[in-house]
């Protein structure tokens, strides 16, 4: 069900993506009408969430059922408190991919706006809309100069109401205040202000943990929950704190990424662009943590938060460098060392899941990049892919993946590497969950059932909310895009 407008992109970027998705090869295939269709409901489902929560379990460190159960008292007692044993919550296994289970979000919800209003910046909103509260370094804006007056409103949790919250608006946001959660939209709200007329998108009501001038007039650096939602327009829960070694939030593409992959134990695996460090620990729990998986990024922050990731799996098989990939290859093959740059053909398996343009993501109510911002990620793409070769064994596995919709960074960089590299054949993918790639590229129909596109636009606002869980999440994921290669 459609709550919000279609994602806001400048003109130049939705023109380029409608001649994407209405390209030739695509009106070969199917009519101008159903392709038109197919864009327009990809602008509507990404500014949307999807309908389930994807969380990737350790199993590495206990059973998937272990830690179901675990998961589940922990969140009861989050959402219910601890007398609430009785009530039941829904969180099911994957029947394919081995450690996942999801949970169902409940959305959209009928919820009041409030007359005292918080204004977040978009990538906060899009979180609360995603399960989490508004932590405070995300408030732009609040309320300053109201007049008093009694509010009342009803606060819900999943299963029955609470009490009613009687409150004066008061000349400024106090702690306790209910306030209904605007996200902007366009990134024009001044920080501090106490108005906003710009365009924004109201994503629920919460109860303010903070006072308006501990986060403008202070010398301190806000951190912290600054408004604890209550009543969000999309309902899930919060995993803040919950089995942090145990549990852990990734879009369910991103899973699969890992399993196509299908690292070994024993094997020497390499994650060429890795933070925040999701996929790397996966690889090296697929393998038993038996081996070596060596992740690399440029950004020195991104690389202390992979280590702490690691750390608590307790995983000592990933080693974390910073480091430029497409650099990572050695001008002196002879040149033994432990970290990069390495020799060629130094690795069993590599993971190339490039920098992208992201058009792919969920919910992204809006994007302000350029044109020319959006197609800045070829040449990069293409660098690190010739890295990618020279670094992988011969016989080994190389996956391209990325989290963007576009032809140029996803089919067309399959058509490229394949004429680059002889060497490289596509090979089947497993699990393969979403649909095949896109017409666009040039590539031939078995070529193009070999890759996996993640398309929530084929099914969005026709999937049945009485189907199972799994057949739900499989379908209405975010946009993502995986393609396996074999090195002969």
Same mark, same amino acid.
């Given at each position: 069900?459609?709550?919000?407008?279609?994602?806001?992109l *400048? #003109?130049?970027?939705?023109?380029?993506?409608?001649?994407?998705?209405?390209?030739?090869?695509?009106?070969?295939?199917?009519?101008?009408?159903?392709?038109?269709?197919?864009?327009?409901?990809?602008?509507?489902?990404l500014?949307?969430?999807?309908?389930?929560?994807?969380?990737?379990?350790?199993?590495?460190?206990?059973?998937?059922?272990?830690?179901?159960?675990?998961?589940?008292?922990? &969140?009861?007692?989050?959402?219910?408190?601890?007398?609430?044993?009785?009530?039941?919550?829904?969180?099911?296994?994957?029947?394919?991919?081995?450690?996942?289970?999801?949970?169902?979000?409940?959305? #959209?919800?009928?919820?009041?706006?409030?007359?005292?209003?918080v204004?977040?910046?978009?990538?906060?909103?899009?979180?609360?809309?995603r399960?989490?509260?508004?932590?405070?370094?995300?408030?732009?804006?609040?309320?300053?100069?109201?007049?008093?007056?009694?509010?009342?409103? &009803?606060?819900?949790?999943?299963?029955?109401?609470?009490?009613?919250?009687?409150?004066?608006?008061?000349?400024?946001?106090?702690?306790?205040?209910?306030?209904?959660?605007?996200?902007? /939209?366009? =990134?024009?709200?001044?920080?501090?202000?106490?108005?906003?007329?710009?365009?924004?998108?109201?994503?629920?009501?919460g109860?303010?943990?903070?006072?308006?001038?501990?986060?403008?007039?202070s010398?301190? #650096?806000?951190?912290?929950?600054?408004?604890?939602?209550?009543?969000?327009?999309?309902?899930?829960?919060?995993?803040?704190?919950?089995?942090?070694?145990?549990?852990?939030?990734?879009?369910?593409?991103?899973?699969?990424?890992?399993?196509?992959?299908?690292?070994?134990?024993?094997?020497?695996i390499?994650?060429?662009?890795a933070?925040?460090?999701?996929?790397?620990?996966?690889?090296?729990?697929?393998?038993?943590?038996?081996?070596?998986?060596?992740?690399?990024?440029?950004?020195?922050?991104?690389?202390?938060?992979?280590?702490?990731?690691?750390?608590?799996?307790?995983?000592?098989?990933?080693?974390?460098?910073?480091?430029?990939s497409?650099?990572?290859?050695?001008?002196?093959?002879?040149?033994?060392?432990? =970290?990069?740059?390495?020799? #060629?053909?130094?690795?069993?398996?590599?993971? &190339?899941?490039?920098?992208?343009?992201?058009?792919?993501?969920?919910?992204?109510?809006?994007?302000?990049?350029?044109?020319?911002?959006?197609?800045?990620y070829?040449?990069?793409?293409?660098?690190?892919?010739?890295?990618?070769?020279? /670094?992988?064994?011969?016989?080994?596995?190389?996956?391209?993946?990325?989290?963007?919709?576009?032809?140029?960074?996803?089919?067309?960089?399959?058509?490229?590497?394949?004429?680059?590299?002889?060497?490289l054949?596509?090979?089947?993918?497993?699990?393969?969950?979403?649909?095949?790639?896109?017409?666009?590229?040039?590539?031939?129909?078995?070529?193009?059932?070999?890759?996996?596109?993640?398309?929530?636009?084929?099914?969005?606002?026709?999937?049945?909310?009485?189907?199972?869980?799994?057949?739900?999440?499989?379908?209405?994921?975010?946009?993502?895009?995986?393609?396996?290669?074999? *090195?002969?």
């Amino acid at each position: 069900m459609s709550v919000f407008p279609g994602i806001s992109l *400048k #003109p130049e970027v939705a023109e380029y993506l409608k001649s994407v998705f209405i390209n030739k090869e695509v009106l070969a295939a199917v009519s101008l009408q159903e392709a038109e269709i197919r864009f327009h409901r990809l602008l509507t489902c990404l500014s949307h969430p999807p309908s389930h929560t994807c969380v990737r379990v350790s199993t590495h460190l206990a059973s998937l059922d272990e830690i179901r159960l675990k998961l589940a008292e922990a &969140l009861q007692k989050q959402m219910f408190g601890s007398s609430a044993e009785d009530v039941s919550l829904q969180i099911v296994p994957h029947p394919r991919i081995p450690d996942v289970l999801l949970l169902p979000v409940d959305g #959209p919800r009928a919820v009041k706006q409030l007359s005292s209003e918080v204004v977040v910046g978009a990538q906060c909103g899009s979180a609360v809309l995603r399960g989490a509260h508004v932590f405070t370094p995300g408030i732009i804006a609040s309320p300053k100069c109201k007049s008093p007056v009694v509010q009342s409103m &009803l606060l819900y949790n999943t299963r029955s109401a609470c009490d009613v919250f009687l409150f004066f608006l008061r000349a400024d946001m106090k702690t306790g205040d209910v306030v209904s959660v605007f996200s902007d /939209l366009e =990134g024009k709200c001044t920080r501090g202000a106490t108005s906003f007329q710009g365009k924004t998108a109201f994503v629920g009501n919460g109860v303010s943990e903070v006072e308006r001038s501990s986060i403008f007039c202070s010398d301190k #650096p806000a951190k912290g929950v600054g408004i604890r939602m209550v009543e969000p327009l999309y309902w899930s829960p919060s995993f803040d704190g919950v089995l942090p070694n145990l549990a852990f939030l990734q879009n369910l593409p991103s899973v699969v990424v890992g399993h196509v992959l299908g690292p070994r134990p024993g094997e020497r695996i390499l994650d060429m662009c890795a933070a925040p460090g999701g996929k790397t620990c996966h690889i090296a729990a697929i393998m038993g943590d038996q081996g070596e998986v060596v992740a690399l990024d440029r950004i020195r922050n991104k690389i202390d938060r992979i280590r702490q990731n690691a750390q608590m799996l307790h995983l000592r098989s990933v080693k974390v460098y910073c480091f430029n990939s497409t650099q990572a290859v050695s001008s002196d093959p002879a040149l033994q060392t432990e =970290g990069p740059p390495f020799p #060629p053909e130094s690795f069993d398996r590599v993971l &190339l899941d490039a920098p992208c343009s992201g058009l792919g993501q969920r919910p992204n109510m809006a994007c302000t990049w350029s044109l020319k911002e959006i197609c800045s990620y070829q040449p990069l793409q293409r660098n690190l892919f010739h890295a990618a070769v020279r /670094l992988l064994k011969k016989g080994g596995v190389l996956v391209y993946s990325t989290c963007t919709v576009t032809l140029a960074e996803n089919e067309e960089q399959v058509a490229w590497a394949l004429k680059t590299f002889p060497c490289l054949t596509l090979q089947p993918q497993e699990p393969h969950i979403g649909g095949e790639g896109m017409p666009g590229a040039g590539l031939a129909p078995e070529q193009l059932r070999l890759l996996q596109r993640f398309s929530p636009e084929l099914t969005w606002d026709q999937t049945q909310t009485t189907a199972p869980l799994h057949c739900r999440a499989d379908k209405d994921t975010i946009g993502f895009f995986i393609a396996k290669f074999l *090195k002969n």
